[in-house]
């Protein structure tokens, strides 16, 4: 049953990862848009803050470190932090706490707010559902994305399907002032994301290669090769085995935030992805993404509401992306021919959109 309550201090409980973060924004619009006038909070890894605190929807994003948190139970100064951080939640005294996460942290830190309606997913796991006064049962949804927003009309708020996202000003203000920034000014360029935390995910960087040279064969006049600090290893490998002209290809991986990498994918002409963060984030800032997926399925963990922008490997068994033994023996049978024919159609689907 719905609740009966009209909130006005609303917290969403949702700290990670990146590309999960940015694909929750649509409980944050709906929450919104069903209580204008309420507070409401986000509790993000300190790390992924970027991703959301430009929101207009948004009063505070709420930085969890979780890595300096992480070792509270052997530290008694961190264990100390923990508990201020807690207990200053507590003291705010939402009337409503959605826990997006489902593991046993966020449950842990919904029940710590005490509040009188903490939503969560009656399938969380890590023992999460105990921090819950309402269980929604997600069960027969696919989507990750739908899951979360299933939580919504437990606390009669109607469903607003809104992926945008939002660029801080100062991030793009870093972005536009880069050196990178001003060689690609007024061209058309291509963000490419190769990492992939899991490998099993991971186009082979050899197709990467291949790729950035017929982007820049008559598509596009820049490519710019994306990825985190522990991802340099990766961009650097695909930018070395480019072979065409060097100089319009850009390694930006670990020198750039996260706001700035939304930045450049906000500009950009198409974003080209594996199954990570920037595909969430390009299905938030225009669309103009396509998604690669071998070992993951796209109708559970695709780019929302993007079905066409995928370039999926049909499988002939159940597979799962966290078997090493895998490699990247899915991936490879993703050809180049495939990626770029979705390209051309995100590209003209975009083009059309806009006049």
């Known amino acids: 049953m719905p609740v009966s309550i009209s909130p006005q201090r609303i917290l969403l409980v949702r700290p990670s990862a990146?590309?999960?973060?940015?694909?929750?924004?649509?409980?944050?619009?709906?929450?919104?848009?069903?209580?204008?006038?309420?507070?409401?909070?986000?509790?993000?890894?300190?790390?992924?803050?970027?991703?959301?605190?430009?929101?207009?929807?948004?009063?505070e994003a709420i930085p969890f470190h979780r890595r300096r948190l992480a070792g509270w139970w052997y530290h008694p100064g961190i264990a100390l932090e923990l508990r201020r951080f807690l207990r200053g939640l507590k003291r705010t005294r939402y009337d409503l706490v959605?826990?997006?996460?489902?593991?046993?942290?966020?449950?842990?830190?919904?029940?710590?707010?005490?509040?009188?309606?903490?939503?969560?997913?009656?399938?969380?796991?890590?023992?999460?559902?105990?921090?819950?006064?309402?269980?929604?049962?997600?069960?027969?949804?696919?989507?990750?994305?739908?899951?979360?927003?299933?939580?919504?009309?437990?606390?009669?708020?109607?469903?607003?399907?809104?992926?945008q996202l939002h660029v801080p000003d100062d991030s793009r203000a870093d972005w536009e002032g880069s050196q990178v920034c001003r060689e690609v000014s007024g061209s058309s360029f291509a963000v490419l994301a190769p990492a992939s935390r899991w490998k099993t995910k991971a186009w082979p960087t050899s197709r990467w290669a291949q790729l950035a040279d017929e982007l820049l064969d008559g598509r596009c006049e820049h490519v710019l090769i994306v990825g985190s600090s522990d991802e340099r290893d990766e961009a650097a490998a695909v930018r070395s085995a480019v072979t065409s002209n060097l100089a319009r290809v850009?390694?930006?991986?670990?020198?750039?935030?996260?706001?700035?990498?939304?930045?450049?994918?906000?500009?950009?002409?198409?974003?080209?992805?594996?199954?990570?963060?920037p595909l969430h984030m390009a299905a938030g800032l225009g669309g103009r993404c396509v998604g690669l997926y071998g070992p993951t399925d796209p109708s559970k963990v695709g780019p929302y509401g993007l079905d066409d922008h995928v370039v999926r490997v049909e499988l002939d068994a159940p597979v799962h992306y966290r078997d090493r033994s895998l490699g990247d023996s899915i991936m490879r049978r993703i050809t180049v021919e495939e990626v770029l024919e979705r390209v051309d159609e995100v590209r003209t689907k975009s083009a059309k959109a806009r006049r």
Request: a negative charge; one cysteine or more.
């Open 98 to 163: 959605l826990d997006c996460q489902g593991l046993g942290r966020s449950g842990l830190i919904t029940w710590m707010t005490r509040a009188p309606q903490r939503i969560g997913d009656a399938h969380a796991r890590e023992g999460a559902g105990l921090g819950y006064t309402t269980k929604v049962d997600t069960s027969s949804i696919p989507h990750d994305v739908d899951r979360m927003l299933a939580l919504l009309p437990a606390c009669g708020v109607e469903i607003q399907k809104d992926m």
């Open 250 to 277: 850009h390694d930006v991986s670990g020198s750039s935030s996260i706001g700035m990498l939304m930045a450049m994918i906000e500009d950009a002409a198409v974003t080209v992805s594996n199954d990570s963060a």
């Open 18 to 59: 990146l590309g999960d973060v940015c694909r929750t924004v649509p409980v944050l619009s709906s929450l919104k848009h069903a209580f204008p006038d309420a507070r409401i909070d986000w509790i993000v890894n300190d790390t992924f803050v970027d991703a959301i605190r430009a929101h207009p929807a948004l009063n």
